[in-house]
């Protein structure tokens, strides 16, 4: 089926440090979207995007946040600075059509913030 | 607050047992409910789905059933294979408003003995 790949699998990095998660979602897909996971828990909302803009985000999408997809390349999630509780698994996922909800997941990417 | 709550939290059931897995949600707006499934190490990905126009939903060995009064759902795996062994993910959404907005459950990690 339709693969969206996330880019890197596991990211380490300290507390303040700037992160960049990389997304490649399916190809004519035209809404992209962001999830959280903390370990054990369900996964969260985060934002989603549609033709470069930002449609809806959650409380969660905080002011160190922010998402581009310049030039139909990766869809990307930008953390300057990250926390300590920004220590989770990002899930990335697209859609062809918002009303289907059908959402096509990545794998994740763990992040680590130490 | 939860707005999807899945129960329960792990499982283990012997080959060829039937499975249940429980969820209930809390907005009487929600109007999707898809079931997602995710192997370890593996992308979520859509395994059954269900709309408030119907009561029941079945698909091969998974079946839904729908109590709308009580907001209330159950996957039904029947002849359980080892190779069902995953977490599943109940969500619920509101096509008429969230662009592709899904609000998660936490998840039942299933194990199948053989």
């Known amino acids: 089926g339709p693969k969206v790949l996330q880019i890197p699998s596991h990211q380490i990095i300290d507390m303040g440090q700037m992160v960049t998660l990389n997304c490649d979602p399916v190809?004519?897909?035209?809404?992209f979207y962001w999830y959280k996971q903390i370990l054990g828990q369900q996964m969260e909302f985060l934002v989603n995007f549609y033709n470069g803009k930002v449609m809806e985000k959650s409380k969660l999408f905080k002011d160190q946040f922010s998402v581009e997809r310049p030039d139909g390349s990766y869809f990307t999630l930008k953390i300057q600075p990250t926390a300590l509780e920004d220590s989770a698994v990002y899930f990335c996922?697209?859609?062809?059509?918002?009303?289907?909800?059908?959402?096509?997941f990545g794998a994740g990417t763990r992040l680590s913030v130490l | 607050q939860q707005q999807v709550r899945q129960s329960p939290q792990s499982l283990t059931v012997w080959e060829g047992e039937t499975t249940i897995l429980n969820c209930s949600y809390e907005?009487?707006?929600?109007?999707?409910f898809p079931w997602y499934r995710q192997f370890p190490g593996k992308s979520p990905a859509l395994l059954i789905a269900i709309s408030l126009v119907s009561n029941k939903k079945e698909d091969g060995r998974f079946t839904i059933f729908f109590n709308k009064r009580e907001k209330k759902l159950s996957l039904h795996i029947t002849d359980s294979q080892p190779g069902d062994s995953a977490t599943y993910f109940c969500a619920a959404s509101n096509r008429g408003s969230a662009l592709g907005r899904l609000h998660f459950g936490a998840g039942t990690q299933l194990i199948v003995i053989p």
């Open positions: 907005d009487s707006t929600f109007d999707y």
């Open positions: 996922a697209s859609s062809l059509d918002w009303g289907k909800n059908t959402l096509y």
């Open positions: 190809s004519n897909h035209l809404y």
